[in-house]
């Protein structure tokens, strides 16, 4: 069976929607962030801080390319994951990608709910909307090359009824 590769901004529900959509699809769930950061044996922003996005990115498409195809896997990329190399081109060949498109001033809300300060790019951020806006206009070229998007709030069952005809 094909992986699932999830796409989409911080906050978009990708690992919390990539959860539930494995369990009811009998896959196993990977974070590619958690992935990353067990193979570096450090935080997200410890690897931002002492070693640069540069070889963030580096590690995050070595790790993402590690990924077995048709492994029954769901996939949270991280939010860059799909604008940089050709990374995009990676998980459209190696499964069924989804985006999920959320507007900013939701993910605005739902950052301010998650409470810690783990996304390095967003860290210290005055004006967050405008920032994530910003960020979003130029990952969209990338994010909607995927083979399916899904715009707004959608349930589990939407996105297997969506996905289940791929796999």
Not at 60 to 76: C, F, G, Q, S
Not at 78 to 84: D, E, L, S, V, Y
Not at 94 to 120: C, M, Q, T, Y
Not at 138 to 160: C, M, N
């Amino acid at each position: 069976m094909k992986n699932i590769f999830l796409v989409g901004m911080p906050s978009s529900g990708k690992s919390t929607l990539g959860k539930k959509l494995a369990r009811r699809l009998g896959y196993r769930f990977v974070d590619l962030d958690k992935l990353i950061e067990k193979d570096q044996e450090k935080t997200i922003p410890e690897i931002f801080r002492e070693h640069g996005e540069p070889y963030f990115r580096d590690v995050e498409k070595k790790i993402l390319y590690d990924t077995k195809p048709n492994h029954w896997l769901v996939v949270a990329t991280g939010g860059g994951a799909p604008c940089f190399f050709d990374n995009m081109e990676f998980i459209k060949a190696n499964g069924v990608s989804v985006f999920l498109n959320i507007p900013p001033a939701e993910l605005v809300e739902r950052i301010g709910k998650h409470g810690k300060d783990d996304r390095p790019l967003l860290s210290g951020v005055a004006e967050l909307e405008k920032e994530l806006t910003a960020r979003l206009h130029v990952r969209l070229p990338y994010y909607s090359q995927a083979e399916f998007t899904i715009s707004g709030r959608t349930t589990v069952q939407q996105l297997v009824d969506l996905v289940s005809p791929c796999l």
